[in-house]
């Protein structure tokens, strides 16, 4: 048996004993055998000592068992590694950040407690997927749409607490999220917002309740274990439409993004799109050399030959047919007026609910809020694991030019990738712009080794320019959190006099985010 | 009636007034489909295949698991799991416990030894004896 970092064989023993009448011997895993499926399968450690790999795994069924694993690892200091469904794949999988943490796998509590089509909104447990959630309300036939992410086995809990985003209108997933049930570090429980009054009728309707708005503190935090959380639906559109825009020109990004900007500002727009180049990723022989060595002036001259626009935005629209029809012309006028040699082409249009023949045929349904798992064919069939770097930058033409060629310098300066305009640019979030830059990972230490460094660098120069990770590898946590650094570090000491009240013995996922308990973090940190 | 019949009924009660949440009933399963799958008239596992493979093993477009069967074998083996009638039941266990390219690991709570041994048995259904 593998122990947990300061815990004796004889506490660690008896702990198990405890756990085991409180939650029941067959989900106490400590054997060698149950407790690697827990390791990261796309570790950037893969074959290396330095993967963290947990001690042991407890998966409670329920409130009042989560707060029972809570006391027990109080009482002999165990380290806890929350997860949910454990697919955040890319960002950790269910692996603690620390080596030898017990993980708290809450994928047994897989209630959907409510779920409201006349006011939009549901009421989950942690261990609920996005599938289970959209199964439910399709098998009632609901008219309501989830938000999921590109993976579809995820939590919608899991993910709106790692601030995740989707694709439609819901898409930013903490800002969708309402009332939640917490299990304190001290075993203590708290419902938020509305959720604090014993008879409250609108826990799922109202966010803030009264006082102090806590719900914050436990998104991409180690200062609870949140049970039941509610989310805001989308009652189902009418329609889609999307329409895409291309310009010319390397300098009609300004003008594209300020349009952009403002329609989606406005709520014209509402949902996830991404500005590309079509000359980023061609593998034409004559492209490729224009993208390492030639100027701007030689790939607007290739886009005008060969008819494909120097940069593209696809605006997806979602609501009443008549609506979307006349925000789609809307949109083009702005565009027209502002950007010579504009063009435009109509998209993918469909009217819901879709059928099921409809649903076969779509290759990724993830958009029109039907979860898939489409997204694991990224990086080709031989792929064995991705991460993410994800800047967030400015939803400016002048910030996206800059951060591809700041990025694509260090890419370059290392070997790695050829290109101006490869890192991919979202609008996941409201007034900003996300990149989600793909690191592939492989079980080759040396590889690993080398996208670790790139990625480390890749932080440090954003952090130079201003831009800052959104959401990162458990690897990279404390790399991350240290770019946060205003005032010498003020917020991460802030974070670590709230730790050390709330969970003085650092039960709770250390490491999370940057945030070590008292007796682990570094003196001078 | 006696005091074990009272039990038992006071049980199944129990268990029914914990299915309801603000009036609503509760929903309880863990599956990745997008519908309930029936397994009537279908053979032993067919289920537990459906609920945990089919989103990536299944036909029709962006089936990662289909596309990298399909790039390895390049036709000589049905790049379909379910078509298949030379896997081994060992082998497809292993598989789901230590991940296989970007396959990853599955733990105990998500799919159970129990479903995983299923997941065996129908996908050797039609394996020559």
Avoid at chain 1, 130 to 152: A, E, K, S
Avoid at chain 1, 163 to 186: I, K, N, Q, S, W
């Amino acid at each position: 048996m593998r122990l947990p970092p300061g815990v004796s064989a004889g506490d660690f023993s008896a702990a198990i004993k405890e756990l085991e009448s409180a939650i029941g011997k067959e989900w106490v895993f400590t054997s060698d055998e149950d407790v690697n499926l827990y390791r990261d399968s796309y570790s950037p450690f893969w074959h290396e000592n330095q993967e963290p790999i947990p001690s042991a795994a407890f998966a409670p069924d329920s409130v009042e068992q989560v707060q029972a694993v809570v006391r027990i690892a109080n009482r002999y200091k165990i380290p806890l590694w929350t997860i949910s469904t454990g697919k955040n794949l890319g960002y950790g999988g269910s692996a603690p950040l620390l080596n030898g943490s017990a993980v708290l796998d809450l994928k047994r509590m897989n209630r959907v407690l409510e779920v409201n089509d006349k006011n939009h909104y549901a009421l989950v447990e942690p261990g609920v997927s996005y599938f289970d959630l959209y199964r439910h309300i399709r098998d009632r036939d609901l008219p309501v749409w989830i938000d999921p992410p590109d993976p579809g086995w995820g939590s919608p809990m899991g993910n709106a607490l790692e601030r995740g985003g989707g694709y439609t209108p819901m898409r930013d997933h903490f800002d969708a999220h309402c009332g939640m049930e917490v299990v304190l570090p001290d075993g203590e429980l708290v419902r938020t917002g509305m959720g604090a009054l014993p008879t409250a009728k609108t826990w799922q309707q109202y966010r803030y309740g009264f006082g102090p708005y806590m719900d914050g503190m436990f998104s991409q935090s180690n200062l609870g274990v949140v049970t039941k959380m509610g989310f805001w639906l989308q009652p189902q559109p009418d329609a889609y439409l999307s329409g895409s825009v291309t310009v010319p020109k390397h300098d009609d990004l300004t003008p594209l993004v300020e349009i952009f900007a403002n329609l989606m500002n406005s709520g014209v727009v509402q949902a996830t799109t991404t500005v590309v180049s079509p000359l980023a990723y061609s593998r034409d022989p004559e492209l490729v050399k224009l993208r390492a060595s030639g100027s701007t002036r030689d790939l607007e001259d290739y886009a005008g030959q060969k008819g494909i626009g120097y940069w593209s935005v696809s605006l997806p629209l979602y609501g009443p047919e008549k609506v979307i029809a006349a925000q789609w012309e809307y949109a083009k006028q702005k565009f027209s007026a502002a950007i010579p040699g504009a063009t435009f082409r109509d998209g993918a249009s469909y009217k819901f609910p879709l059928t099921e023949e409809q649903l076969t045929k779509i290759v990724n349904p993830v958009p029109f809020g039907v979860p898939s798992l489409q997204t694991f064919s990224i990086g080709g069939p031989k792929s064995q694991g991705h991460m993410w770097f994800s800047p967030i930058i400015p939803m400016t033409g002048e910030a996206v030019i800059e951060a591809q060629s700041v990025f694509d310098k260090v890419a370059q300066s290392l070997g790695y990738v050829t290109g101006t305009t490869g890192f991919p640019i979202w609008n996941f979030f409201a007034r900003a712009f996300v990149i989600i830059y793909f690191f592939p990972i492989e079980h080759d230490i040396e590889k690993n080794r080398r996208s670790r460094e790139i990625f480390r660098r890749l932080i440090k120069t954003a952090a130079e320019h201003g831009w800052g990770e959104y959401r990162t590898h458990t690897a990279f946590m404390g790399d991350i959190m240290d770019a946060y650094s205003f005032n010498n570090h003020s917020l991460l000491r802030f974070h670590e006099t709230v730790k050390d009240a709330l969970d003085p013995n650092g039960i709770l996922s250390a490491g999370k985010n940057g945030i070590w308990p008292k007796s682990m973090r570094k003196a001078g940190a | 009636m006696n005091a074990r019949v009272v039990i038992i009924i006071g049980a199944v009660l129990l268990s029914f007034g914990a299915q309801r949440c603000n009036g609503q009933e509760v929903s309880r399963s863990s599956a990745w489909t997008r519908t309930t799958i029936s397994g009537q008239g279908q053979p032993k596992g067919y289920v537990q295949f459906e609920n945990y493979c089919s989103m990536c093993h299944g036909p029709g477009p962006g089936q990662p698991g289909t596309m990298a069967l399909q790039a390895k074998y390049k036709g000589a083996e049905p790049a379909l799991l379910a078509d298949r009638t030379d896997l081994n039941g060992a082998v497809i266990k292993a598989y789901v416990r230590n991940g296989i390219s970007i396959m990853p690991i599955f733990r105990k709570t998500e799919i159970s030894d129990a479903n995983l041994d299923l997941i065996a048995e129908y996908l050797t259904r039609n394996n020559k004896k």
